[in-house]
C-alpha cells in the first residue's frame, strides 16, 4: 500500500460527459501529479500540483482541470468526455515534488468512455 | 523535445534465463529512476541513479546509468515468475519539473 489512495476505483460514463477523479496524498506529502496511462503504454503526465499550486503542465488538454485543495487532496476534472479519453488515471505525491524525490503511485482509477 | 525510447517494447522468457531492458535518449538527464508496475496497480519506484557509470544492485536486478547519463540498462538474472510486469524508465532533465517518462517493457516470464 503505497499511502497514496484514489476514488473511484472505476468508473463508466458516456461520451459528453464530465467526471471528477479524486486523490489524497500521502501524509505529509505536498505535491500531487496526475498521469494518464493507454492499455499498455508508459505514463503520460498531466499536471502536478505543490502546496497548492500549479507546479508544472504536461499533455493535458483543455478539457481537462485540475486543482489541489488546502488539505491537500487533489481532484481532476475531465469533460466533454471522448472515447480515447479512456484510459487509467494515476495520482502521485511526493514530499517537496522535487526532481529526486520518490513518487508513490495510487491504484488508479480506470476510465471507460462509451 | 527530450525522449527516453526503450527496448525491447515486449519480451516473453522462461523462468531462469537472464535480460537485458534498455532505456536511451539523445538528452543528458540529471538522473534516472525505473519503475516496475504490476497488473492493476500504480508503478512503484525500483531505484534512482544519479551518477553517470553508477551501478546499482537491488537482489538480481542490475541498474547501471550510462557514463554520459543519456541512457540506463536494467539485468535481470535467473527472471522469476515474480518479475512479471511494465518496466519503466523516467528521466529528469536539469531545471525541470517534470519527469520524462519512456513508453515501458513489458516482460512476462513463463514457469
Known amino acids: 500500500d503505497s499511502g497514496v489512495t484514489q476514488t473511484p476505483k472505476h468508473l463508466i460514463t458516456a461520451t459528453g460527459q464530465r467526471v471528477t477523479l479524486r486523490c489524497s496524498p500521502r501524509s505529509g506529502d505536498l505535491s500531487v501529479y496526475w498521469y494518464q496511462q493507454s492499455l499498455d503504454q508508459g505514463l503520460q503526465f498531466l499536471i502536478q500540483y505543490y502546496n497548492g499550486e500549479e507546479r508544472a503542465k504536461g499533455n493535458i488538454l483543455e478539457r481537462f482541470s485540475a486543482q489541489q485543495f488546502p488539505d491537500l487532496h487533489s481532484e481532476l476534472n475531465l469533460s466533454s468526455l471522448e472515447l480515447g479519453d479512456s484510459a487509467l488515471y494515476f495520482c502521485?505525491?511526493?514530499?517537496?515534488?522535487?526532481?529526486?524525490?520518490?513518487?508513490?503511485f495510487g491504484a488508479g482509477t480506470r476510465l471507460s468512455v462509451l | 523535445t527530450q525522449l527516453l525510447e526503450q527496448s525491447p517494447q515486449f519480451l516473453s522468457i522462461q523462468e531462469g534465463e537472464n535480460l537485458t531492458v534498455y532505456c536511451n535518449s539523445s538528452?543528458?538527464?540529471?538522473?534516472l529512476q525505473w519503475y516496475r508496475q504490476e497488473p492493476g496497480e500504480g508503478p512503484v519506484l525500483l531505484v534512482t541513479v544519479v551518477t553517470g557509470g553508477e551501478v546499482k544492485k537491488l537482489k538480481r536486478l542490475t541498474f547501471q546509468f550510462g557514463d554520459a547519463r543519456k541512457d540506463s540498462s536494467l539485468h535481470i538474472t535467473a527472471a522469476q515468475p515474480g518479475d512479471t510486469g511494465l518496466y519503466l524508465c523516467a528521466g529528469a532533465p536539469g531545471g525541470n519539473y517534470q519527469l520524462i517518462w519512456g513508453a515501458g517493457t513489458k516482460l512476462i516470464i513463463k514457469p
Open positions: 502521485a505525491s511526493s514530499v517537496a515534488g522535487g526532481l529526486v524525490d520518490i513518487q508513490y
Open positions: 538528452s543528458v538527464f540529471s538522473s
